[in-house]
């Protein structure tokens, strides 16, 4: 399989597999009270502080729904950009267990604005309308955006200064802190946030999330909230020993640091290519690029990605961990020829 649609078809990271392997010794404690679970707590609180609260879940969308309905009751609402995992790609598995509405909002580049939230919040104190509760923003976006420190904070205070919370749906969080060129605690409570998922699944993990809550009030509920939703693993130090090892002398950031790579490798080696024009700057692991319907079908027969929007063409290239140099170069030389024969008949 020649796949550049997924940093999720990529497999586990050989170091992750190893410290499963070392978790599989002996016996321990279920549901979390394990040394290895411990372990992994004190790496993460390493980087998000010692007040931080960590809960260690199954996958993305049991993490998303773990933090957010922590945050909301069902007359409230999450405000949030169309193109949100959240909104698009999780089956209203939200809104199905938290009850709430989510509040989807048209943006440049997937990215929220203090302006943008204001304009979604209306009716405030109005019974006939939901009360805006929780921003929820997504870093890296799912447009392959990166939200800066300073647009973060900004939406930050406006969401404490209108009695709402921030969420941060961090899937790809170690490639968006990768592209700040900072700690990935660095996107926590220093910018505001006050609940956030660390993603590991994605950056070579077998499958394993983090939600981490940062804020003091939402604290108590938390383990509870994780059983109903189904994400308490008995036997959690398969899943902690992922974190530990992503943790350990910064895999996560290693393996971040590649995918990107890879990524603007992939589309440097793009450029010139007749009919192929990259449509966003690269900030993390994610191409989105246009290119002719007949150019993508005959890629299709052998390479792997997905078709963004058909309208326009746009397609979306994935890198990950795992992508190396020889297939990014492998995968340009045939979009150079694929490309270049089709504009030959033009």
Not at 23 to 45: I, N, S, W
Not at 313 to 338: K, L
Request: charged share 20%; hydrophobic share 45%; glycine share 10%.
């Amino acid at each position: 399989m020649k796949s550049f649609g997924s940093d999720n078809h990529a497999g586990a990271h050989p170091d992750v597999l190893a410290a499963v392997v070392e978790a599989d010794k002996g016996q321990a404690l279920p549901y979390g009270d394990d040394a290895t679970t411990a372990e992994a707590v004190r790496l993460v609180r390493r980087h998000f502080g010692e007040k931080a609260e960590v809960l260690f879940a199954l996958n993305g969308t049991g993490a998303n729904v773990i933090g957010l309905q922590a945050m909301t009751r069902s007359f409230e609402a999450i405000i949030a950009a169309e193109s949100a995992h959240i909104n698009v790609d999780e089956c209203g598995a939200p809104e199905k267990f938290l009850g709430s509405k989510i509040v989807d909002v048209p943006t440049l580049g997937g990215k929220l604005t203090p302006t943008l939230v204001e304009r979604a919040s209306h009716g405030k104190g109005d019974p006939h309308h939901v009360q805006a509760r929780v921003v929820s923003i997504a870093n890296s976006t799912e447009l392959g955006t990166v939200y800066s420190l300073e647009e973060i904070r900004e939406i930050a205070d406006h969401a404490h200064a209108n009695g709402m919370l921030l969420h941060l749906d961090g899937a790809r969080l170690a490639n968006a802190a990768v592209s700040l060129g900072v700690d990935v605690g660095e996107l926590g409570s220093k910018v505001g946030v006050d609940v956030l998922t660390f993603g590991g699944t994605k950056n070579g993990a077998l499958g394993a999330e983090a939600v981490v809550v940062l804020h003091d009030d939402l604290v108590a509920a938390m383990p509870f909230i994780r059983k109903q939703s189904m994400q308490l693993a008995s036997k959690m130090r398969y899943v902690s020993a992922q974190f530990v090892a992503l943790l350990t002398d910064d895999l996560w950031r290693r393996n971040a640091e590649h995918a990107n790579a890879m990524a603007r490798r992939l589309a440097t080696g793009v450029e010139g290519v007749p009919g192929v024009t990259v449509t966003d700057t690269v900030a993390a692991n994610a191409v989105f690029a246009v290119l002719p319907p007949e150019v993508t079908r005959t890629l299709q027969e052998e390479f792997t990605f997905y078709v963004w929007n058909p309208g326009t063409g746009q397609v979306r290239w994935m890198t990950s961990w795992a992508t190396t140099e020889e297939q990014v170069d492998d995968f340009v030389g045939r979009i150079r020829e694929v490309a270049t024969a089709y504009a030959g008949k033009l």
